[in-house]
């Protein structure tokens, strides 16, 4: 609110006789309240309050036909986990892409501009199904090593799908996720979880879209059952979101 200066002009008063006594009495008032106002002026040790543990830009990573929007529910657990929004980034891309030839280059750029953004040394991923493929193969082949601390798949086909077969014929993302088809042939390879990325999978025998279900986990992750779950339920399932966030800000 803008102030207002306002001048006020006292009263005068008038001034009273004084006897010596009287100036005794008010030199050593002036002295007591000197004193004091001397005591409450002195500065105060004050303890900082502790800054809150630094945390890594958060790359959110779409599914196949889908968009950034699927990630609203997963900004709002993380923003009330305190994290600052400019530090919360979602990418978007083109599901019917090759996830080795195209997608994975276009991943590393777009990171690469998050951490010139925010002047971060590293990210964390967090990928929905698909997303989970150019991802890793960024990670895996590119420059991710580097860049990712924690990688994070949610339902993703890291063996494959068997549905994926379904659309296969036009669709190159759709192959991709094909069990044994190049990217997953040469993701898997030994070790399917290169250090120094930590890496994490949410998975859930009821996922209708991962066949079998049991393809998100890989060996040396941190595997995460989450029974009852259907694919597209890890997107705003509150527990998962707040393992999640507990995993982003090291809780």
Known sequence: MRRTAQTVTPATPTAPATSPTAVRSTVRTALVVASA???LAAPVAV???L????????V????RNADPGVWGTAIDVLLSKGYDRSRLFTW?????????????????AYVDQVLAQTGAAKVDIVAHSLGSLPSRWYVKFGNGSRTVKNWISLAGP?????????????????RDMT?????VSH?????????PVHYWTFWSPADEQITPASSTRLDGATNTEVPGLKHNDFLGNAAVLARVAAVLTGG
């Open 37 to 39: 106002a001397a005591l």
């Open 47 to 49: 303890t900082p309050a």
């Open 51 to 58: 800054a809150a543990p630094a945390t890594n830009p958060v």
């Open 60 to 63: 959110l990573i779409h599914g």
């Open 92 to 108: 978007s891309y083109d599901t019917s892409l090759s996830t080795n030839e195209t997608l994975a280059d276009r991943l590393s």
């Open 158 to 174: 890291n063996h494959g799908t068997g549905l994926a077969w379904l659309c296969a014929a036009w669709d190159q993302g759709c």
């Open 179 to 183: 069990p044994g088809s190049y990217v």
């Open 187 to 195: 993701l898997n390879r030994t070790p399917e979880t290169p250090a």
